[in-house]
C-alpha cells in the first residue's frame, strides 16, 4: 500500500472515531431541537403518518402539526424504527452514517482541486472540525443537510469546470434536498453566483442552464416552506420559521454583541485560533492568493458570512454555533492549500544540502517561517479537539430532569396534557423567538402546553387549567425568578412530587 493511501485511511479512521463518541446515548439532554425531532419521528412511527404531516407535542389538544423544514431527517428515522423497532439512539446512528458519507464527499473534492499534499491536509482540517465532530452524533437535521450541502459544492465545481449533464442533474438534486432539510443551506447559490461571474462572466448568470438551475433548485423548498406555513396560520406551531426573528436590524450598529458573537464562534469553533495565522503566513510570504481553490475557498466563505450577518440573532449566539457548519468546506480548502503553499516554497530551500552565504538569510526566512508553520498546524489540532469537548460537555449534557421522568409518567395518566416551562416569548425589542422546550413531553410521552417567562404567573396557569391542563411541571430555576411565585403556586395548586429542582402541580 502506498504511504499516501494509508495517511487517506488513517485521516478518515480519526474522523470516524471522534464522531462516534455520543453514537449510543438517549435523548436525556435539555435540547429542544433533539427532543422534536424525535417526537416527530416517534408520531410518524407510531401514528403512521405521512411525511407531510410533522406533529410535535406542544400544542396542547391540538393537532401538533407544525411548520418545519422538510422532515426527511426525522422519517428516516421512522422508517428505522418501523424496520428495526423503537431505539433512541437510531438519529445519532443516521446523524454518523450521513457524517461519514460527507467525509467521502469531501474527500472527493479535495481530491479533484488539489495535489495529493494539499488534498491530505485539506481533508485533515475537515476531518477534525469540532462542530463537524458535534453534529455527527446529534439528533438534528444539519448532518443529512450538510452532505447535501456539500455534495451541492462539489457538483457545481465539477459542472462549472466542464459542462457535465451528469453533475448538472446531480447539482440541481443535491442543492434542491439542501434547501429542503434546511432553508438556510440557500445561501451556497451566492457562491455559485460569484463563481459564475468570475469564471464565465455576468451574462452568464442569464443563460438558460444557469436559470433552470436556480430555479428547480429553488422550487421545491418554495412549494414546502408555502405549505407548512399554513400549519403556522392554522395552529401557531413552527420550529423557529414564522415565530423567532432571526435577522439583521439597525442595532447591529448599536449592540456590539451581533459582531462580536459572529466573530468569536467563527474563531473558536471554525478556525480554532490557529487558522487565521496561517493564512496570514501564506497571503504574506506565497503566491497562494492567486490560485483557483483560493477563489473558492474565499467564495464560499463570503457566501456563509453573508448568512451569519443577515441571520446575526441566532448565528452570533453561543448556541448559535453550528450555523456556522457552513463555513467548515471553505475554510478546509484554504487551510489545506496555504499550509502547502508555504511548504513547498521553504522546504526545497531549507533541505537543500549544497548553501552558500548568500542562501543563509532565505534558509533563516524559512525555518522561522515552517517552524512557525509547524506550531501553527499543532495548535490547530489541539484546539479543535479542545473546543470539541467543550462543545460537547455542553451540548451532551445530561439534564438533571431526566432522572425524574419515570415518576412522572406513573404520576401522570396518558392523554393528560401537561403544561411545563418554556423560554423567553421576545427579545429586549420585542422580536419574536420560539420559546417552545419540548424535552418534558418528549420523556413522558405527554402533550401540553408551555408557558414563557414572561407570562409566568398563577392567573396564567389558571388560564392554561381552562384549556386543559391537568397537571404543571414547574422549574424551580424559572419559577423562581418571578418573587413569591413557588409559594403562591403551592398555596393555590397541590404539589404531588419533587425532583432535582422540578416541582409537579395537580391543577
Same mark, same amino acid.
Given at each position: 500500500?502506498?504511504?499516501?493511501?494509508l495517511l487517506w485511511i488513517?485521516?478518515?479512521?480519526?474522523?470516524?472515531?471522534?464522531?462516534?463518541?455520543?453514537?449510543?446515548?438517549?435523548?436525556?439532554?435539555?435540547?429542544?431541537?433533539?427532543?422534536?425531532?424525535?417526537?416527530?419521528?416517534?408520531?410518524? +412511527?407510531?401514528?403512521?403518518?405521512?411525511?407531510?404531516?410533522?406533529?410535535?407535542?406542544?400544542?396542547g389538544s391540538g393537532p401538533?402539526? $407544525?411548520?418545519?423544514?422538510?422532515? /426527511?431527517?426525522? +422519517?428516516? *428515522?421512522?422508517?428505522?424504527?418501523?424496520?428495526?423497532?423503537?431505539?433512541?439512539? $437510531?438519529?445519532?446512528?443516521?446523524?454518523?452514517?450521513?457524517?461519514?458519507? $460527507?467525509?467521502?464527499?469531501?474527500?472527493?473534492?479535495?481530491?479533484?482541486?488539489?495535489?495529493?499534499?494539499?488534498?491530505?491536509?485539506?481533508?485533515?482540517?475537515?476531518?477534525?472540525?469540532? *462542530?463537524?465532530?458535534?453534529?455527527?452524533?446529534?439528533? @438534528?437535521?444539519?448532518?443529512?443537510? %450538510?452532505?447535501?450541502?456539500?455534495?451541492?459544492? +462539489?457538483?457545481?465545481?465539477?459542472?462549472? &469546470?466542464? @459542462?457535465?449533464?451528469?453533475?448538472?442533474?446531480?447539482?440541481?438534486?443535491?442543492?434542491?434536498?439542501?434547501?429542503?432539510?434546511?432553508?438556510?443551506?440557500? &445561501?451556497?447559490?451566492?457562491?455559485?453566483?460569484?463563481?459564475?461571474?468570475?469564471?464565465?462572466?455576468?451574462?452568464s448568470l442569464f443563460t438558460?442552464? #444557469?436559470?433552470?438551475?436556480?430555479?428547480?433548485?429553488?422550487?421545491?423548498?418554495?412549494?414546502? !416552506?408555502?405549505?407548512?406555513?399554513?400549519?403556522?396560520?392554522?395552529?401557531?406551531?413552527?420550529?423557529?420559521?414564522?415565530?423567532?426573528?432571526?435577522? *439583521?436590524?439597525?442595532?447591529?450598529?448599536?449592540?456590539?454583541?451581533?459582531? *462580536?458573537?459572529?466573530? @468569536?464562534?467563527?474563531?473558536?469553533?471554525?478556525?480554532?485560533?490557529?487558522?487565521?495565522?496561517?493564512?496570514?503566513?501564506?497571503?504574506?510570504?506565497?503566491?497562494?492568493?492567486?490560485?483557483?481553490?483560493?477563489?473558492?475557498?474565499?467564495?464560499?466563505?463570503?457566501?456563509?458570512?453573508?448568512?451569519?450577518?443577515?441571520?446575526?440573532?441566532?448565528?452570533?449566539?453561543?448556541?448559535? !454555533? !453550528? !450555523?456556522?457548519?457552513?463555513?467548515?468546506?471553505?475554510?478546509?480548502?484554504?487551510?489545506?492549500?496555504? #499550509?502547502?503553499?508555504?511548504?513547498?516554497?521553504?522546504?526545497?530551500?531549507?533541505?537543500?544540502?549544497? $548553501?552558500?552565504?548568500?542562501?543563509?538569510?532565505?534558509?533563516?526566512?524559512?525555518?522561522?517561517?515552517?517552524?512557525?508553520?509547524?506550531?501553527?498546524?499543532?495548535?490547530?489540532?489541539?484546539?479543535?479537539?479542545?473546543?470539541?469537548?467543550?462543545?460537547?460537555?455542553?451540548?451532551? @449534557?445530561?439534564?438533571?430532569?431526566?432522572?425524574?421522568?419515570?415518576?412522572?409518567?406513573?404520576?401522570?395518566?396518558?392523554?393528560?396534557?401537561?403544561?411545563?416551562?418554556?423560554?423567553?416569548?421576545?427579545?429586549?425589542?420585542?422580536?419574536?423567538?420560539?420559546?417552545?422546550?419540548?424535552? %418534558?413531553?418528549?420523556?413522558?410521552?405527554?402533550?401540553? +402546553?408551555?408557558?414563557?417567562?414572561?407570562?409566568?404567573?398563577?392567573?396564567?396557569?389558571?388560564?392554561?387549567?381552562?384549556?386543559?391542563?391537568?397537571?404543571?411541571?414547574?422549574?424551580?430555576?424559572?419559577?423562581?425568578?418571578?418573587?413569591?411565585?413557588?409559594?403562591?403556586?403551592?398555596?393555590?395548586?397541590?404539589?404531588?412530587?419533587?425532583?432535582?429542582?422540578? /416541582?409537579?402541580?395537580?391543577?
Amino acid at each position: 500500500m502506498k504511504p499516501t493511501n494509508l495517511l487517506w485511511i488513517i485521516i478518515f479512521l480519526i474522523g470516524v472515531g471522534a464522531r462516534s463518541t455520543e453514537l449510543l446515548r438517549a435523548v436525556d439532554t435539555e435540547s429542544w431541537r433533539e427532543s422534536d425531532v424525535s417526537t416527530i419521528a416517534k408520531n410518524f +412511527y407510531q401514528k403512521n403518518t405521512d411525511i407531510f404531516h410533522p406533529q410535535i407535542a406542544w400544542d396542547g389538544s391540538g393537532p401538533g402539526y $407544525t411548520e418545519s423544514e422538510f422532515q /426527511i431527517y426525522s +422519517y428516516l *428515522i421512522a422508517t428505522s424504527y418501523k424496520v428495526f423497532g423503537f431505539w433512541e439512539p $437510531t438519529g445519532r446512528i443516521i446523524s454518523f452514517i450521513f457524517s461519514l458519507a $460527507t467525509l467521502l464527499v469531501f474527500l472527493r473534492l479535495c481530491k479533484y482541486l488539489f495535489e495529493e499534499k494539499a488534498a491530505l491536509f485539506s481533508f485533515f482540517f475537515f476531518a477534525i472540525s469540532p *462542530i463537524l465532530l458535534v453534529i455527527s452524533n446529534s439528533i @438534528q437535521p444539519e448532518s443529512v443537510m %450538510f452532505f447535501f450541502y456539500v455534495c451541492s459544492g +462539489y457538483t457545481f465545481i465539477r459542472w462549472l &469546470n466542464d @459542462q457535465s449533464g451528469k453533475f448538472y442533474t446531480l447539482l440541481i438534486l443535491c442543492t434542491a434536498l439542501a434547501l429542503l432539510c434546511k432553508i438556510t443551506a440557500a &445561501n451556497i447559490g451566492l457562491m455559485f453566483i460569484i463563481m459564475i461571474v468570475f469564471k464565465k462572466g455576468w451574462k452568464s448568470l442569464f443563460t438558460p442552464k #444557469v436559470l433552470i438551475l436556480g430555479l428547480l433548485s429553488v422550487l421545491p423548498s418554495v412549494f414546502w !416552506y408555502v405549505y407548512g406555513n399554513r400549519f403556522f396560520v392554522l395552529y401557531g406551531n413552527s420550529l423557529g420559521l414564522s415565530n423567532e426573528y432571526a435577522w *439583521i436590524g439597525w442595532d447591529i450598529f448599536t449592540n456590539k454583541h451581533f459582531v *462580536i458573537g459572529i466573530i @468569536q464562534n467563527e474563531i473558536f469553533t471554525v478556525w480554532t485560533l490557529a487558522g487565521p495565522f496561517i493564512i496570514a503566513l501564506a497571503l504574506l510570504f506565497t503566491r497562494w492568493i492567486k490560485k483557483e481553490s483560493t477563489l473558492i475557498g474565499i467564495s464560499w466563505l463570503a457566501s456563509a458570512a453573508v448568512f451569519y450577518i443577515l441571520a446575526m440573532r441566532t448565528t452570533a449566539d453561543d448556541w448559535g !454555533y !453550528y !450555523y456556522h457548519i457552513f463555513s467548515i468546506p471553505a475554510v478546509s480548502l484554504l487551510l489545506g492549500g496555504a #499550509v502547502i503553499e508555504l511548504w513547498d516554497k521553504y522546504f526545497p530551500l531549507v533541505n537543500s544540502k549544497t $548553501t552558500t552565504a548568500t542562501d543563509k538569510p532565505g534558509i533563516t526566512k524559512g525555518r522561522f517561517i515552517l517552524g512557525g508553520l509547524a506550531l501553527l498546524v499543532c495548535l490547530f489540532v489541539f484546539s479543535s479537539f479542545k473546543y470539541f469537548y467543550r462543545i460537547k460537555a455542553s451540548v451532551f @449534557q445530561t439534564s438533571d430532569f431526566y432522572q425524574c421522568k419515570d415518576s412522572l409518567v406513573k404520576l401522570i395518566p396518558p392523554g393528560s396534557l401537561v403544561l411545563a416551562n418554556g423560554g423567553l416569548k421576545g427579545d429586549k425589542l420585542g422580536h419574536p423567538k420560539a420559546f417552545n422546550d419540548s424535552y %418534558f413531553f418528549y420523556w413522558i410521552d405527554r402533550k401540553g +402546553y408551555n408557558i414563557t417567562i414572561e407570562d409566568l404567573s398563577v392567573k396564567n396557569v389558571l388560564a392554561f387549567k381552562d384549556k386543559g391542563a391537568a397537571f404543571f411541571i414547574a422549574e424551580e430555576r424559572t419559577i423562581g425568578k418571578v418573587p413569591g411565585l413557588v409559594a403562591d403556586l403551592k398555596q393555590t395548586f397541590t404539589p404531588i412530587f419533587e425532583c432535582n429542582g422540578c /416541582i409537579l402541580f395537580k391543577l
